[in-house]
């Protein structure tokens, strides 16, 4: 199996829209896992399908509006299951919490299945662990696909940088404890993947981002 990374920016504030594939698929089709379906569902769905891509699941790395607008109309077009970490419900179900409200398009998502910190949930036989990094809001997290070295980091952690937690449920020592604790543990050589900006390495990180000196 060889994993690779693809992404689009979608929306209003310029979101990471990713998609996890297996290059070594045989078929017409390839199963993909997509990450934070940012906005337009539709248009997500179409622009994977004209790739080859059908969407076998949707992984949510917290539950901020600007991550979660094109969840429904994308498990609608493509029947995939959608999977958020436990942590993150009261974000999910809350257009108040999620600030979806405040941005004027209230926007709320029941995943179908809420998973644990330390799970690994595999779909179409790609393999992901969940890492509870709690900061940027209570139920933010990270997903690690640890052969391929592939860390989605939603918004905890950024190139150099790290994501606010001034919204509701975030915490700056949280935050910055999550990444030290939780993300800084993993191999240097980890590319990081942030919901925003431009994918960097674990090892980078720890030498140059000024928020986790």
Not at 53 to 77: K, N, S
């Amino acid at each position: 199996m060889t994993l690779k990374i693809g992404r689009m920016v979608i929306g209003a504030v310029q979101t990471n829209c990713y998609f996890v594939y297996d290059e070594e698929q045989q078929g017409a089709e390839k199963d993909a896992i997509v990450f934070d379906a940012a906005d337009q569902g539709a248009t997500i769905y179409e622009r994977l399908k004209a790739k080859g891509f059908r969407v076998a699941g949707i992984l949510l790395t917290h539950a901020h509006f600007d991550h979660i607008w094109g969840v429904q109309e994308l498990r609608a077009r493509s029947g995939a299951k959608v999977y958020a970490y436990e942590g993150e419900r009261p974000l999910c179900e809350s257009a108040d919490l999620n600030v979806s409200a405040d941005v004027g398009r209230a926007c709320t998502v029941k995943p179908n299945q809420y998973v644990k910190d330390g799970e690994e949930i595999t779909i179409a036989g790609m393999t992901c662990k969940v890492i509870a990094t709690p900061g940027h809001t209570i139920g933010s997290c990270c997903y690690y696909f640890e052969e391929a070295g592939i860390l989605l980091s939603g918004d905890t952690l950024f190139e150099e940088s790290v994501g606010r937690s001034d919204l509701p449920t975030g915490s700056t020592g949280e935050l910055v404890r999550s990444v030290k604790e939780k993300l800084f543990v993993l191999p240097d050589e980890t590319k990081v993947y942030p919901g925003h900006g431009d994918a960097t390495t674990i090892g980078h990180e720890k030498q140059y981002n000024p928020f986790c000196a």
